[in-house]
Protein backbone atom coordinates (compact mmCIF):
# COMPACT_ATOMS: atom_id res chain seq x y z
CA UNK A 1 0.00 0.00 0.00
CA UNK A 2 2.80 2.07 0.80
CA UNK A 3 4.75 2.14 -2.82
CA UNK A 4 0.53 2.67 -4.13
CA UNK A 5 0.31 5.75 -2.30
CA UNK A 6 3.01 7.56 -3.63
CA UNK A 7 1.93 8.91 -6.75
CA UNK A 8 -1.24 9.89 -4.87
CA UNK A 9 -2.07 13.39 -5.82
CA UNK A 10 0.86 13.13 -8.65
CA UNK A 11 -1.36 11.41 -11.56
CA UNK A 12 -1.96 14.30 -13.41
CA UNK A 13 1.85 15.44 -13.33
CA UNK A 14 2.26 11.92 -14.73
CA UNK A 15 0.23 11.98 -17.42
CA UNK A 16 1.15 15.31 -18.69
CA UNK A 17 5.20 14.70 -18.37
CA UNK A 18 5.74 11.06 -18.83
CA UNK A 19 5.95 10.49 -22.56
CA UNK A 20 5.14 7.22 -24.97
CA UNK A 21 6.94 4.47 -25.89
CA UNK A 22 9.01 4.52 -29.47
CA UNK A 23 6.95 3.80 -32.19
CA UNK A 24 8.87 1.45 -33.57
CA UNK A 25 9.14 -0.98 -30.59
CA UNK A 26 4.84 -0.70 -31.26
CA UNK A 27 5.60 -1.89 -34.55
CA UNK A 28 8.28 -4.47 -33.51
CA UNK A 29 5.25 -5.97 -31.40
CA UNK A 30 3.31 -6.10 -34.44
CA UNK A 31 5.89 -7.05 -36.79
CA UNK A 32 7.41 -10.15 -34.98
CA UNK A 33 6.07 -10.52 -31.71
CA UNK A 34 2.61 -12.03 -32.81
CA UNK A 35 0.58 -8.90 -31.78
CA UNK A 36 -2.20 -8.41 -33.71
CA UNK A 37 -5.73 -6.35 -33.61
CA UNK A 38 -7.37 -10.13 -31.87
CA UNK A 39 -4.53 -9.54 -29.62
CA UNK A 40 -5.60 -9.43 -25.15
CA UNK A 41 -3.38 -8.02 -23.49
CA UNK A 42 -2.57 -7.17 -19.36
CA UNK A 43 -0.73 -4.13 -19.37
CA UNK A 44 0.23 -4.65 -15.40
CA UNK A 45 0.92 -1.23 -13.09
CA UNK A 46 -0.69 0.54 -16.57
CA UNK A 47 -0.80 3.84 -14.62
CA UNK A 48 -2.50 6.82 -16.86
CA UNK A 49 -2.92 4.46 -19.74
CA UNK A 50 -0.03 6.08 -21.60
CA UNK A 51 1.19 2.48 -22.80
CA UNK A 52 -2.36 1.09 -23.10
CA UNK A 53 -2.86 3.98 -25.61
CA UNK A 54 -0.67 2.54 -28.41
CA UNK A 55 -1.84 -0.64 -27.85
CA UNK A 56 -5.68 0.15 -27.87
CA UNK A 57 -4.63 2.41 -31.34
CA UNK A 58 -3.63 -0.70 -32.79
CA UNK A 59 -7.05 -2.20 -31.99
CA UNK A 60 -5.82 -4.64 -29.39
CA UNK A 61 -7.96 -5.32 -26.32
CA UNK A 62 -6.61 -4.08 -23.29
CA UNK A 63 -6.74 -4.73 -19.56
CA UNK A 64 -5.29 -1.91 -17.86
CA UNK A 65 -4.77 -3.25 -14.06
CA UNK A 66 -3.33 -0.28 -11.85
CA UNK A 67 -4.21 -0.07 -7.63
CA UNK A 68 -3.76 3.75 -7.77
CA UNK A 69 -7.06 5.25 -8.14
CA UNK A 70 -5.68 8.57 -9.10
CA UNK A 71 -4.01 6.73 -12.11
CA UNK A 72 -7.33 4.99 -13.13
CA UNK A 73 -9.47 7.94 -12.88
CA UNK A 74 -6.94 9.62 -15.51
CA UNK A 75 -7.02 6.39 -17.93
CA UNK A 76 -10.79 6.17 -17.74
CA UNK A 77 -10.64 9.63 -18.69
CA UNK A 78 -7.96 9.50 -21.29
CA UNK A 79 -8.97 5.57 -22.72
CA UNK A 80 -12.59 6.34 -22.91
CA UNK A 81 -13.02 6.73 -26.52
CA UNK A 82 -11.67 3.07 -26.63
CA UNK A 83 -14.38 -0.01 -26.58
CA UNK A 84 -12.01 -2.87 -26.05
CA UNK A 85 -10.12 -1.26 -22.91
CA UNK A 86 -10.68 -2.33 -19.28
CA UNK A 87 -9.72 -0.65 -16.24
CA UNK A 88 -9.01 -2.98 -13.33
CA UNK A 89 -7.97 -2.64 -9.91
CA UNK A 90 -6.19 -5.08 -9.34
CA UNK A 91 -2.25 -5.28 -8.77
CA UNK A 92 0.96 -6.78 -10.08
CA UNK A 93 0.38 -9.77 -8.10
CA UNK A 94 -3.46 -10.04 -7.80
CA UNK A 95 -4.86 -8.79 -11.28
CA UNK A 96 -8.02 -10.14 -10.61
CA UNK A 97 -8.30 -11.16 -14.13
CA UNK A 98 -9.32 -14.88 -14.89
CA UNK A 99 -6.61 -17.79 -15.25
CA UNK A 100 -5.03 -17.98 -18.91
CA UNK A 101 -7.30 -15.45 -20.01
CA UNK A 102 -4.30 -12.93 -21.82
CA UNK A 103 -2.23 -13.50 -24.90
CA UNK A 104 0.32 -11.09 -23.64
CA UNK A 105 1.43 -9.47 -20.50
CA UNK A 106 3.04 -5.96 -20.61
CA UNK A 107 4.41 -3.55 -17.98
CA UNK A 108 5.64 -0.26 -18.90
CA UNK A 109 8.12 1.38 -16.19
CA UNK A 110 6.67 -0.90 -13.35
CA UNK A 111 8.14 -3.64 -12.99
CA UNK A 112 10.72 -2.50 -10.14
CA UNK A 113 7.55 -1.72 -7.96
CA UNK A 114 6.58 -5.11 -8.08
CA UNK A 115 7.28 -8.40 -5.53
CA UNK A 116 8.83 -10.31 -8.60
CA UNK A 117 8.52 -13.69 -7.09
CA UNK A 118 4.57 -13.07 -6.82
CA UNK A 119 4.21 -11.11 -9.86
CA UNK A 120 5.57 -13.99 -11.73
CA UNK A 121 3.12 -16.37 -10.30
CA UNK A 122 0.76 -14.16 -11.41
CA UNK A 123 1.53 -13.81 -14.64
CA UNK A 124 1.81 -17.68 -15.11
CA UNK A 125 -1.75 -17.98 -13.48
CA UNK A 126 -3.53 -15.72 -16.24
CA UNK A 127 -1.00 -16.35 -19.43
CA UNK A 128 -2.21 -18.51 -22.08
CA UNK A 129 0.02 -20.75 -22.82
CA UNK A 130 3.52 -19.81 -24.89
CA UNK A 131 1.99 -16.30 -23.72
CA UNK A 132 4.78 -13.75 -23.32
CA UNK A 133 5.91 -10.89 -21.16
CA UNK A 134 7.64 -7.67 -22.46
CA UNK A 135 9.26 -5.67 -18.93
CA UNK A 136 9.64 -2.22 -20.62
CA UNK A 137 11.13 0.90 -20.04
CA UNK A 138 12.02 4.47 -21.08
CA UNK A 139 15.55 5.23 -20.35
CA UNK A 140 17.40 7.52 -20.08
CA UNK A 141 21.36 8.10 -21.50
CA UNK A 142 22.62 8.88 -18.41
CA UNK A 143 25.94 10.09 -20.14
CA UNK A 144 23.92 12.88 -21.54
CA UNK A 145 25.08 16.26 -19.55
CA UNK A 146 21.39 17.51 -18.64
CA UNK A 147 20.42 14.17 -17.56
CA UNK A 148 23.73 14.06 -15.34
CA UNK A 149 22.49 17.44 -14.17
CA UNK A 150 18.85 16.36 -13.42
CA UNK A 151 20.31 13.28 -11.44
CA UNK A 152 22.14 15.63 -9.30
CA UNK A 153 19.20 18.02 -8.44
CA UNK A 154 17.01 14.88 -7.61
CA UNK A 155 19.91 13.57 -5.43
CA UNK A 156 20.05 16.83 -3.61
CA UNK A 157 16.67 17.50 -2.72
CA UNK A 158 14.72 14.01 -2.86
CA UNK A 159 15.29 11.88 -0.05
CA UNK A 160 13.54 8.88 -1.66
CA UNK A 161 15.34 9.17 -5.07
CA UNK A 162 17.17 5.83 -5.91
CA UNK A 163 18.22 6.32 -9.73
CA UNK A 164 15.96 7.24 -12.74
CA UNK A 165 13.28 3.95 -13.66
CA UNK A 166 13.49 3.09 -9.66
CA UNK A 167 17.00 2.08 -10.25
CA UNK A 168 16.49 -0.70 -11.94
CA UNK A 169 20.08 -1.37 -13.49
CA UNK A 170 20.59 -3.00 -17.24
CA UNK A 171 19.81 -6.63 -16.80
CA UNK A 172 19.19 -5.84 -13.09
CA UNK A 173 18.90 -9.21 -10.86
CA UNK A 174 15.30 -8.82 -10.92
CA UNK A 175 15.01 -9.86 -14.71
CA UNK A 176 17.00 -12.31 -14.51
CA UNK A 177 15.57 -14.46 -11.94
CA UNK A 178 11.71 -13.30 -12.85
CA UNK A 179 13.19 -15.08 -16.37
CA UNK A 180 15.12 -17.96 -15.12
CA UNK A 181 17.88 -15.79 -17.32
CA UNK A 182 16.33 -16.40 -20.56
CA UNK A 183 15.15 -13.21 -22.32
CA UNK A 184 15.70 -11.13 -25.66
CA UNK A 185 16.49 -7.60 -24.97
CA UNK A 186 15.37 -4.99 -27.74
CA UNK A 187 16.19 -1.22 -27.91
CA UNK A 188 14.78 1.54 -30.07
CA UNK A 189 15.94 4.77 -30.05
CA UNK A 190 12.95 7.13 -28.31
CA UNK A 191 14.56 10.68 -27.71
CA UNK A 192 12.02 13.23 -25.87
CA UNK A 193 10.93 16.51 -26.02
CA UNK A 194 9.79 18.86 -23.86
CA UNK A 195 8.41 22.34 -23.60
CA UNK A 196 8.60 23.90 -19.92
CA UNK A 197 5.47 22.58 -18.48
CA UNK A 198 6.26 19.51 -19.63
CA UNK A 199 9.67 19.18 -18.11
CA UNK A 200 8.99 20.42 -15.21
CA UNK A 201 5.44 18.22 -14.41
CA UNK A 202 8.10 15.16 -16.15
CA UNK A 203 10.25 15.86 -12.79
CA UNK A 204 6.93 16.32 -11.04
CA UNK A 205 5.76 12.69 -12.10
CA UNK A 206 8.23 10.98 -10.41
CA UNK A 207 7.03 9.17 -7.16
CA UNK A 208 10.28 10.65 -5.41
CA UNK A 209 9.71 13.64 -6.38
CA UNK A 210 8.95 16.66 -3.65
CA UNK A 211 5.61 18.12 -3.83
CA UNK A 212 4.19 21.64 -3.29
CA UNK A 213 4.25 22.92 0.25
CA UNK A 214 7.26 20.16 1.29
CA UNK A 215 10.84 21.66 2.50
CA UNK A 216 12.90 22.90 -0.57
CA UNK A 217 10.60 22.42 -2.94
CA UNK A 218 10.67 26.12 -4.31
CA UNK A 219 14.61 25.94 -4.61
CA UNK A 220 14.32 22.30 -6.05
CA UNK A 221 11.65 24.07 -9.31
CA UNK A 222 14.17 26.39 -9.76
CA UNK A 223 16.92 24.33 -10.25
CA UNK A 224 14.88 22.63 -12.68
CA UNK A 225 14.21 25.74 -14.60
CA UNK A 226 18.01 26.36 -14.62
CA UNK A 227 18.42 23.25 -16.76
CA UNK A 228 15.67 24.12 -18.96
CA UNK A 229 17.04 27.44 -19.55
CA UNK A 230 20.69 26.04 -20.37
CA UNK A 231 19.57 23.41 -22.70
CA UNK A 232 16.40 24.78 -24.26
CA UNK A 233 16.54 25.71 -28.24
CA UNK A 234 12.98 27.66 -29.64
CA UNK A 235 11.56 26.38 -25.88
CA UNK A 236 12.08 22.89 -26.20
CA UNK A 237 14.42 20.55 -24.45
CA UNK A 238 15.59 17.26 -26.03
CA UNK A 239 16.23 14.55 -23.76
CA UNK A 240 18.75 11.32 -25.42
CA UNK A 241 16.01 8.55 -24.15
CA UNK A 242 15.77 4.72 -25.47
CA UNK A 243 12.61 2.25 -25.16
CA UNK A 244 14.15 -0.64 -23.78
CA UNK A 245 12.22 -4.36 -23.34
CA UNK A 246 12.71 -7.60 -21.75
CA UNK A 247 11.21 -10.30 -23.68
CA UNK A 248 10.32 -13.57 -22.49
CA UNK A 249 8.58 -16.78 -21.87
CA UNK A 250 8.28 -17.76 -18.46
CA UNK A 251 8.55 -21.23 -16.97
Excluded at 129 to 150: M, Q, S
Excluded at 185 to 203: C, G, Q
Amino acid sequence: METIAKFNGIADKYDQGRPSYATDFIECLFDNYGFSPSSVIADIGSGTGKFAKQLLTKGCRVFCVEPNTDMRLIAERELCEYPDVRIVAGSAENTLLKKHSVDFITTAQAFHWFETKSFKSECLRILKPYGKVFLIWNIRNNEATINRKLHRIYTEYCPEFKGFSGGIKPHDDRIKFFFDNNYEYVTFDNPLYFDREKFINRSLSGSYSLKKGERNFDLYIDAINKVFDEFESDGIVKIENQTVAYVGMLN
